[in-house]
């Protein structure tokens, strides 16, 4: 496969979950972020697909762009998430599912596409 899907808080996870399950995209070639794991279901929190980066909320970033931004700045440049070494070695480009009203969702997209497209990886968001 030549493209990723990253679910990017909780509206991109529930969305990019529900593109797995209906066979539209494979597991190895999906990333899930968020500053929570609560809505995550069972079977998927254990796997390698969760990228989990810490708020100062507690429970998530409360529909707080700016605090989701924060959050995957602060994992970003503390090493904690690395998406570089995220990406498979085939990717062409990677698909960002997320919404326009939360906090991590929205917070974190814009950072995370800049640093895609600096590794000259197209987004479409």
Do not use: Q, W
């Not at 899907?5 to 797995?20: C, E, L, R």
């Amino acid at each position: 496969m030549e493209l990723e899907v990253f679910g990017i808080g909780a509206a991109g996870n529930k969305a990019v979950i529900k593109a797995v399950e209906e066979g539209a995209v494979g597991k190895d070639y999906v990333k899930l972020f968020n500053t929570t794991v609560k809505d995550i279901p069972e079977e998927y929190k254990s796997t390698d697909m969760v990228i989990p980066f810490t708020s100062s909320v507690l429970g998530g970033c409360g529909k707080e762009p700016k605090e989701g931004r924060k959050a995957i700045e602060n994992a970003m440049n503390s090493g904690d998430v690395n998406i570089a070494e995220l990406i498979h070695p085939n990717t062409k480009e990677v698909i960002l599912v997320t919404s326009t009203e939360g906090g991590s969702g929205s917070g974190a997209t814009p950072y995370i596409a800049k640093k895609l497209i600096a590794l000259n990886i197209p987004v479409h968001i």
